[in-house]
């Protein structure tokens, strides 16, 4: 089962999957930080690297919590619009079946 999380909280039980440009944000940059010392896989993409996610994805051992983390939008105005449109064409091109299946 993948059950997907976006926004509000870092954890150090969820894969990451970090949508941004190549600017910094703090509150990025401690989910990235808070993950490696878990050894929790994330994965940092453009938002049109839909080919980079889905292989991150798949190279994932069945993962329960998917964090798609984003910097705020007053920091990279329009990162939430595109981090959405990844997340439909990732929800539309990963299949359901892999890993056990996604909750609805």
């Known amino acids: 089962m ?6 509000g909280q870092t954890g150090v039980d ?11 944000s703090p509150g990025l940059a401690l989910t ?6 878990f050894g ?3 994965r940092c993409v453009q938002p049109a690297e ?18 798609i983390a984003e910097p705020r939008e007053s920091e990279q105005p329009g990162v939430y619009l595109a981090a959405a449109h990844l997340l439909r064409r990732l929800l539309h091109q990963w299949p359901t ?8």
Do not use: M, W
């Open 50 to 67: 839909v080919d980079a996610a889905l292989a991150f994805l798949d190279g994932l051992p069945h993962p329960t919590v998917l964090n």
């Open 97 to 104: 079946t892999q890993k056990g299946g996604a909750e609805s």
């Open 2 to 7: 993948v059950t997907i999380h976006s926004g």
């Open 32 to 37: 990235i930080d808070c993950a490696h010392p």
């Open 40 to 42: 929790k896989p994330v």
């Open 14 to 24: 969820r894969v990451a999957l970090a949508v941004r440009d190549n600017s910094r």
